[in-house]
C-alpha cells in the first residue's frame, strides 16, 4: 500500500478510537468559532436590520463597505489584531495576545462582514410593509423587529452557517493570534499546517475529514434554509 493509503487508513483509525489529541484540537476549533459567531450574530442583524429599513447619512457607503469586506483575507484580519493585542499596541495591556480570546476577536471580525451582508440581502427581500404596518398600529419597535426577524429567519440561518464556515476554516488570523500552541490555541486549520509540514499525513488527513464532513452538512443545511426561504417568500 502507498504512503498515501496508509496515511488514509491511519487517519480514520485515529477519528474512530478517539485519539486524545486530536479530538482534543477539533473541540478548540469548535469552542472558539462557536463563541466567535455567537457574539457576532445580534450586533450583525441588528446593522442589517438598520441597513435595510432606516435611511441615514453613510448608508449607502456602510453598505458598499460591508460587501468589500467579504473579500478581506483572513491574514489581514489577523495582522491587524496582532497589532492591537501586541505590548505596543493599544490593548497590550489586556494581555490577550496568544490566547483563545484573541482568536475569536480575529473570527468575529472574520465573520462579520459576511453576516451584514447576508442579513442585509435577507431583510431587502422581505416584504417591507410588515415593518411599517406594525408601526402604524402602534406595536413597540421591538416586538416588531422580532416579528421581522421571524418572517427572514432563513436567510438569518443561512448567513450564520455561511459565517461559521468561513471562520473555522480559516488559518491565517488564528496562526497569527494564536500562535498555534498545543493545548491552548491550536486548532484544525493550525494543526493541519503544523502536521503536514511535519509529515505527519495522518493526523492532517484526519482533520481534513472533519473539515471536509463539517463543509458538506454546512452547504447542506445552507441549501435547505436557502429553500425554506424561498418557500417562505
Known amino acids: 500500500m502507498n504512503t498515501l493509503g496508509a496515511a488514509t487508513l491511519e487517519a480514520f483509525a485515529l477519528l474512530f478510537r478517539g485519539d486524545a489529541g486530536l479530538w482534543e484540537i477539533i473541540g478548540i476549533s469548535f469552542r472558539v468559532s462557536c463563541a466567535a459567531i455567537a457574539i457576532a450574530i445580534p450586533p450583525a ?3 442589517a436590520f438598520a441597513l435595510a429599513h432606516f435611511e441615514f447619512p453613510g448608508r449607502r457607503l456602510l453598505i458598499s463597505l460591508s460587501n468589500t469586506l467579504l473579500s478581506l483575507p483572513a491574514v489581514v484580519v489577523g495582522l491587524t489584531v496582532y ?6 499596541g493599544p490593548l497590550g495591556d489586556w494581555r490577550l495576545l496568544f490566547t483563545q480570546p484573541a482568536m475569536v476577536l480575529a473570527q468575529i471580525l472574520l465573520a462579520f462582514p459576511i453576516l451584514v451582508s447576508m442579513g442585509h440581502a435577507a431583510f431587502q427581500a422581505a416584504d417591507r410593509r410588515a415593518w411599517e404596518t406594525a408601526r402604524m398600529l402602534g406595536i413597540p ?8 426577524v421571524g418572517e427572514v429567519r432563513f436567510g438569518l440561518l443561512a448567513a450564520m452557517l455561511a459565517g461559521f464556515g468561513r471562520i473555522i476554516a480559516e488559518v491565517g488570523a488564528s496562526m497569527m493570534v ?3 500552541i ?3 490555541t491550536r486548532n ?3 494543526a493541519i499546517a503544523l502536521e503536514t509540514s511535519k509529515g ?3 493526523q492532517g488527513i484526519a482533520l481534513g475529514i472533519v473539515l471536509l464532513v463539517m463543509a458538506f452538512v454546512l452547504n447542506m443545511l445552507l441549501q435547505y434554509f436557502q429553500g425554506r426561504g424561498r418557500i417562505a417568500l
Open 188 to 190: 484544525i486549520p493550525t
Open 141 to 148: 419597535p421591538a416586538r416588531t423587529f422580532f416579528m421581522v
Open 45 to 47: 442583524v441588528l446593522a
Open 83 to 88: 497589532l492591537l493585542l501586541s505590548r505596543q
Open 200 to 202: 505527519n499525513f495522518s
Open 182 to 184: 498545543l493545548h491552548h
Open 178 to 180: 494564536g500562535g498555534n
